[in-house]
DNA sequence: CAAACGTGGGT
DNA sequence: TACCCAAGTTT
């Protein structure tokens, strides 16, 4: 455990003192919105939890007004076809969050009325809902006191209290202090009070200590070296790989195929490749003989762990008979509406930029 | 438990 | 440019 040298007084001044700055100075989110006096709909308190997992509030912001004006409760999520829910989440990234949106909002359906359960339990049984998700949710939709711990608030809480622990070993320190600090009332509004301290103030590089709340509560602060938390272990190298992708025109329509249920870009429309992936390149055989021109500008994409050089191979595919791999005829007009991930939007470019013809 | 899993903005 | 990181979960 840390050296404890903060009173239960001092840690309590903690919550009133982000609290009273939060009501001057909370982001205006559309996720926030509160229908009348009451609490804000635990509809979009999930959906925007599940969005904002590892992503940033202006990437899910386009997304989370689409998503809402198409989709406004549970039960019509639950209806939608999984193609479409896949091609709405497409650029979004981390699609198993996608897959895992869609069986949450049928079993919210079919075992939970359409409502989503309150307590952190039974959330965290839920597909796509883990600790960090059961906490926030049950905290900010329901009033629950719960203990909220995101990438924000450890480096909020390891800077506080000066943590020299190293990430990931801090985190049950960082959530023990985070209970310690998180008041009995509003643990929702402090919980997302942490997080836009850390978005805004508390900030990876360059912290405004100048305008932060806490400061003169803070140890590293206090040290003057705020930058030096939280200690992290060092990260595993990241390997390039080569691959290919095929696009296969016919008129203006290209041939798309649907990717397998698990693994990269599971489920996702895409164009056919040559089998590459995080352990080895793709192996450059076509789907199928045909005269392949391969003299595009490489891409290169970098996933989370691993960086992508794609080289794009096109072929003309006569009228007649399909090619000889399961997929669809799709306008290249309208790509846009496809779902493509974003590798593929760039490879879909490329190839039409060659002037391909 | 460590690794898998996307993407784009910031520095 | 290169590297870091984000309202994490699943296996």
Not at 125 to 154: C, H, S, W
Not at 201 to 210: G, H, N, Q, T
Not at 305 to 318: D, G, K, M, N, R
């Amino acid at each position: 455990m840390p050296n404890v040298q903060h009173s239960d007084q001092k840690t309590g001044d903690i919550a009133a003192l982000l609290l009273a700055h939060y009501a001057v100075h909370a982001r205006d989110l559309p996720w926030r919105k509160r229908p009348g006096q009451g609490w804000p709909d635990p509809y979009h308190v999930w959906l925007s939890e599940i969005m904002l997992q590892q992503t940033t509030v202006m990437a899910v912001m386009p997304y989370f007004a689409r998503f809402t004006d198409r989709w406004k409760n549970f039960a019509e999520l639950a209806a939608c076809d999984d193609a479409d829910l896949m091609a709405a989440w497409a650029g979004l990234g981390y699609y198993a969050r996608a897959r895992n949106l869609l069986k949450c909002a049928r079993t919210v359906v079919s075992e939970h009325g359409g409502e989503l359960p309150q307590s952190e339990d039974a959330l965290k049984k839920l597909p796509g809902i883990g600790p960090y998700t059961a906490a926030a949710i049950a905290a900010i939709a329901f009033g629950q006191r719960a203990v909220v711990v995101d990438a924000n608030i450890e480096r909020v809480v390891s800077r506080l209290f000066a943590l020299s622990t190293p990430l990931p070993q801090a985190k049950p320190e960082i959530s023990a202090l985070m209970d310690r600090i998180t008041p009995a009332d509003r643990a929702g509004d402090f919980a997302q009070a942490m997080m836009d301290l850390g978005a805004g103030i508390c900030s990876v590089k360059a912290p405004a200590c100048d305008r932060c709340p806490l400061a003169d509560g803070c140890q590293a602060r206090q040290d003057g070296n705020p930058e030096a938390y939280p200690v992290k272990q060092p990260k595993k190298a990241r390997p390039v790989r080569k691959g290919t992708a095929y696009w296969i025109r016919r008129g203006d329509k290209v041939w798309l195929v649907k990717r397998k249920d698990s693994g990269m870009l599971a489920a996702m429309r895409a164009l056919p490749d040559d089998g590459w992936n995080a352990k080895s390149d793709g192996n450059m055989c076509p789907p199928f003989p045909a005269k392949w021109e391969q003299r595009l500008p490489a891409i290169t994409h970098i996933f989370s762990h691993f960086s992508l050089e794609l080289q794009v191979a096109v072929t003309a595919w006569p009228h007649g008979p399909n090619p000889p791999l399961e997929g669809e005829w799709w306008d290249v007009n309208s790509l846009d509406k496809a779902g493509l991930p974003t590798l593929f939007i760039k490879a879909t470019k490329v190839a039409l930029a060659s002037g391909e013809r």
